[in-house]
Structures are given as structure tokens and as C-alpha cells.
């Protein structure tokens, strides 16, 4: 079978787990049922190839993702700080459009991988307005807020290492808002405004992931060379044994496991 229709099967396989099938894939799967499937002695004619044209609707709906969170942007402009929010904005209008060039070259794991973070950021403002918008906390949010914070320290750790030698801008932007969006949701766990602290984390969380999947780092071990992330000195009380996180089918999965108990050392940003 030839190689480029190998490849797609995967791109689609890739499109299910990161949960955009119905916002990349599905215009993309369609053309893969029309174009036909060659033998390992076939030549694919130029006509079969997908192109712009196929990724055309995965785009259109990235771009609704877009305007809805801009919608949503605009409807608390004058209620709070949306300085972030704008940036996140930029960053995923920036991403749908690399992502249109790259499917007018017929780069098919680059438009993807471009689409996916487009999508991811427009979530993401989405998120962070809603999270702002939380600006309360109470004292039962406490533990499960410092858990929340304590694993996205880990993973914007952990992530920022893995993508520290990229030259791409659009990494760089991710990981820096990742940061930045940590050390807020850290003075708002220290103000007491937990709801809002760990609204904030997870969408710094996100971004990192979000930096990760941009690099290809993701790509690259999923193919058997990552590497765990061991033991961490974190204290007495803090020393554990723990695996990169993985990028989730919502990029969220990271949470499902945190038990409210007692809260825990909430470390400051150190990256």
C-alpha cells in the first residue's frame, strides 16, 4: 500500500484520540472514502491526492471555534482583564491560517498537527474567560485546588524541559502563556480565590500540552522515544515518582485522579 495513504490512516487514528475528528477529520475522512484504496504495485493519480480543498470544512469549523471564543471574549471585555484571552485569540487565528498554507502544500500531519492547536487554542480562551469569570473561592475547594495546581506545575515542568531546544514561535508563545497563566493561577490560590486558581491552572496545563504537541515531541514518543520523567526532589513531604502526562482526548485527563484530602504544598513557578 502506499506510503502518503499509510500515513493518512494515521492522521485520521491521531484526529480520533486528540477528540477533533468532527472539527478536523470529518471532511478529511470523506475524502478518503471517495479516493480509492491501491494495491502496493499502484500509482495514486493526481486527481486522489487531498489537498486544501479537502481540508477546507475541518478548517471552517476550527474557524467557528475561533469566533465563538471571540464571541464569548467580546460579551466580558468590560468585565475583566482579557489581555490573555487576546493573546490565546492570536494564537489560534495564527495557527488556522499556517494550518490552511500548509494544506495548500498537501502536508498533511503538518495541517493537523496546526489545526489541532488552533482548536486547542480557541478552547483554551474559552476556558481561561471561564475561569476568570469564577473569581471566588471556598475553604472545601482548597485541597482539590492545591492538587490541581501541584500536577499543572509538573506538567508545564515537565513540558517546558521537553520543548526548550524549539525554534518554532508558535512554541515558544504556548509554553510562555502556559508559565504566565501558572503563576496566575498561583497568586489566586494564595488569595484564596481557589475556583478561579484552578480554572487557571488547567488551562496553563493545556497550553504546555499544547507547546508539546506543536514541537512534535508528542509525535516523536509516541513512537517509542520518550522518556519518563523519574524522581523529582520536591521536600520531604513531596518526593515522587511520576509519567509525563500525555495529551488526553479533551487535554484534560490529567485531573481524573486528583482526591480532595488535605491541600498540599502549592510550589511557586520556577521555570
Do not use: C
Not at 515531541?217 to 520536591?234: C, K, P, T, V
Amino acid at each position: 500500500m502506499h506510503e502518503r495513504q499509510v500515513n493518512r490512516r494515521r492522521i485520521l487514528v491521531g484526529m480520533t484520540a486528540a477528540g477533533l475528528a468532527a472539527a478536523v477529520g470529518g471532511s478529511f475522512a470523506r475524502a478518503q472514502v471517495a479516493t480509492p484504496i491501491a494495491d502496493d504495485s499502484a500509482t495514486p493519480s493526481a486527481d486522489t491526492t487531498p489537498g486544501a480543498d479537502e481540508w477546507s470544512n475541518a478548517l471552517s469549523r476550527v474557524d467557528e471555534e475561533i469566533a465563538s471564543a471571540q464571541a464569548d471574549r467580546d460579551a466580558i471585555a468590560s468585565q475583566t482583564d482579557v489581555t490573555v484571552v487576546d493573546e490565546l485569540l492570536s494564537l489560534a487565528t495564527a495557527l488556522r491560517n499556517q494550518a490552511s498554507s500548509a494544506s495548500s502544500g498537501s502536508d498533511d500531519i503538518l495541517t493537523l498537527r496546526l489545526a489541532r492547536g488552533a482548536s486547542a487554542a480557541a478552547q483554551a480562551a474559552v476556558e481561561l474567560i471561564k475561569a476568570q469569570m469564577a473569581d471566588y473561592g471556598l475553604p472545601s475547594q482548597q485541597a482539590r485546588a492545591s492538587r490541581i495546581l501541584e500536577r499543572a506545575n509538573e506538567v508545564i515542568e515537565a513540558f517546558s524541559s521537553e520543548v526548550s531546544g524549539s525554534t518554532d514561535a508558535n512554541v515558544t508563545t504556548a509554553i510562555q502563556l502556559a508559565q504566565r497563566l501558572y503563576q496566575t493561577a498561583y497568586d489566586r490560590y494564595n488569595a484564596g480565590t481557589y475556583a478561579e486558581a484552578m480554572g487557571t491552572a488547567s488551562v496553563a496545563a493545556k497550553l504546555a500540552r499544547i507547546a508539546a504537541m506543536l514541537s512534535g515531541s508528542l509525535e516523536r514518543r509516541g513512537r517509542g522515544r520518550g522518556r519518563g520523567w523519574g524522581d523529582r526532589e520536591r521536600g520531604p513531604k513531596h518526593t515522587r515518582t511520576h509519567e509525563l502526562p500525555e495529551l488526553g482526548p479533551e487535554m484534560d485527563d490529567w485531573q481524573h485522579d486528583l482526591e480532595p484530602d488535605e491541600p498540599v504544598d502549592v510550589l511557586a513557578p520556577s521555570f
